[in-house]
């Protein structure tokens, strides 16, 4: 038997998938470590850890396989986009991994937005200026840590690193690179005017190569610590958005891919880039002719687990005894669509696609004597639904209509929400049974690099089951009258979030 191993490098862990030739998924395997927010707006990680956390996964998968008479054909990298790395003239961390959640740069990105040079770099590159960019993590390092940044020989993500751990060679696959805002999506090269402000030089940045690039050549403390042959091919991969898209099926421009884990995205593969005349979405690139569009939101299911925390009677979970996320969806299912007459605008942790704007803050709106925790709920529920329906509907009008959705997520497992979402969207939602998309997506791209197959297309045979969720006519009225309210609500508060927020900062600090 021949096998792969499909890697997803994450926020707070790392999963491997251990799949056979044709795909069908054998074990899994997952390694835990910390998210730091040692101040406000941190989010890094130990990069020692995520590397430990690696090799570990690999290496457990590894013991799975008889080397002697079986053959493990490749390894292939999902990993979380837009982090950024530290490095000195050895490739030696100067930092830990600062994460796509990061948002101290949120006065760098302020200022950059509202210029002229702001409103070029996104159409040169497709990716929205904000906290999260590595372009103005970087701006950011150079005011806030530049006794750092004059050691540093080498800027990286934790891809980049991981690469160069294994292999010695600093390379960044196309899709990693695109989330940089540091790259013309139209020649594939770092752009210069991006550059300059960063104060970056193009050799301090890893080599740009397409998602299916092999590395070959494990280095021997690589290859003693995954216990793998030194051969192996390690194939690039892309960013976990762009293979969740992939590993669901959703690669053609009449499908919408959805996910809803503790963030959420909406994403369309296209043949060309597209760039919004809004700025509310991002333009990636992910392989030789193809593009991802879509917009990534930072409120999904932390902010319904922060509902049923808040809002779910602890009596009433003793009493059931059943968990509090299942009584919750059994209590949201007895509300009608609309909540009665409740919005609630999701925005907990600020919020990128639609509104690019990190001082964003949640809201219920309608609240009034009659309206009960069950109504809270499911408000808070078709909030987040609502909040993807807005990007959802920028994507559809840039790329056309799409004829279905597929959806992936912790939310898909329960029938609640997908329900909401069909309905919500007015769209088809199609669940796919498939384990780890992003790492099946990581497969696939695998298997085109080592020539078994021709095209990305053929992820349509592996997928599996799929579950299919129609709209329903009378929720579909109801949401269709809520959603424009939802969104004029929203622009309504949109100037007071700065205010808020900057409060709410006075407030934490007088109380620390």
């Known amino acids: 038997m021949n096998y792969f191993i499909g890697v997803d490098v994450g926020t707070t862990s790392t999963k491997a998938v251990l799949y056979d030739e044709h795909a069908k998924v054998l074990d899994h395997f997952s390694e835990g470590y910390s998210l730091y927010r040692d101040a406000s707006g941190m989010a890094e990680q130990d990069p020692e850890a995520m590397l430990n956390a690696v090799e570990k996964v690999i290496h457990d998968a590894g013991t799975k396989i008889n080397f002697a008479n079986e053959k493990l054909l490749a390894v292939s990298f999902s990993s979380a986009n837009q982090s950024v790395i530290m490095l000195d003239h050895h490739f030696r961390p100067l930092s830990r991994v600062i994460t796509w959640a990061d948002t101290r740069a949120r006065t760098v990105a302020d200022q950059l937005k509202r210029s002229p040079e702001g409103q070029q770099l996104y159409a040169k590159t497709g990716t929205p200026i904000h906290p999260m960019s590595p372009l103005t993590k970087i701006m950011w390092l150079n005011q806030a840590h530049p006794e750092t940044v004059a050691k540093t020989t080498y800027f990286g993500d934790i891809k980049s690193y991981l690469f160069y751990k294994f292999f010695g060679s600093f390379k960044v696959d196309i899709s990693i690179a695109s989330c940089t805002g540091m790259m013309n999506i139209n020649t594939g090269n770092w752009d210069s005017q991006a ?9 301090q940045l890893p080599t740009i190569v397409n998602g299916t690039s092999q590395a070959v050549g494990l280095t021997d403390e690589a290859q003693s610590k995954l216990g793998i042959p030194a051969d192996t091919p390690f194939v690039y991969g892309a960013f976990d958005g762009a293979l969740s898209n992939l590993g669901v099926g959703a690669i053609k421009q009449n499908t919408v891919a959805i996910t809803i884990g503790t963030s959420a995205g909406v994403r369309v593969v296209t043949d060309h880039p597209v760039i919004d005349p809004q700025q509310r979405l991002f333009c990636y690139a992910v392989d030789n002719g193809l593009w991802v569009i879509g917009g990534p939101l930072n409120n999904g299911g932390d902010v319904y687990q922060w509902a049923v925390e808040h ?5 009433a979970v003793k009493n059931e005894q059943v968990d509090p996320y299942t009584l ?9 669509a609309g909540a009665h007459g409740l919005l609630f605008h999701p925005f907990l942790g600020g919020e990128r696609a639609p509104l690019w704007d990190a001082n964003a803050r949640g809201s219920f709106f309608g609240l009034s004597q009659l309206h009960t925790r069950a109504d809270m709920l499911r408000s ?4 987040i639904c609502m909040n993807i329906a807005t990007v959802f509907q920028a994507v559809r009008n840039l ?17 609640v929400w997908r329900q909401m979402l069909a309905d919500v969207l007015n769209c088809p939602v199609n669940i ?7 790492c099946l997506g990581a497969v696939t791209m695998a298997m085109k690099s080592l020539g078994i197959v021709d095209s990305l297309d053929v992820v349509q045979d592996l997928i599996g089951d799929i579950s ?3 709209p329903r006519a009378s929720a579909v009225h109801v949401y269709q ?3 424009p309210l939802f969104q004029q609500v929203e622009g309504l508060l949109t100037p007071a979030y700065s205010t808020i927020a900057m409060l709410q900062q006075q407030s934490s600090h007088k109380e620390g």
Do not use: W
């Not at 550059?195 to 050799?203: C, I």
């Not at 790329?399 to 029938?415: L, N, Q």
């Open 195 to 203: 550059l300059t402000l960063a104060k970056v030089k193009a050799n």
């Open 468 to 470: 299919s969720y129609q």
């Open 380 to 383: 808070v529920m078709e909030g």
């Open 399 to 415: 790329v056309g209509e799409p004829s279905s959705v597929t959806a992936t997520g912790g939310f898909a497992r329960a029938e």
């Open 481 to 483: 009258q809520y959603l």
């Open 311 to 315: 809002l779910v009677d602890a009596s």
């Open 432 to 438: 796919p049974n498939s384990f780890e998309s992003g």
């Open 328 to 336: 919750a969806n059994h209590v949201i299912e007895g509300v009608p």
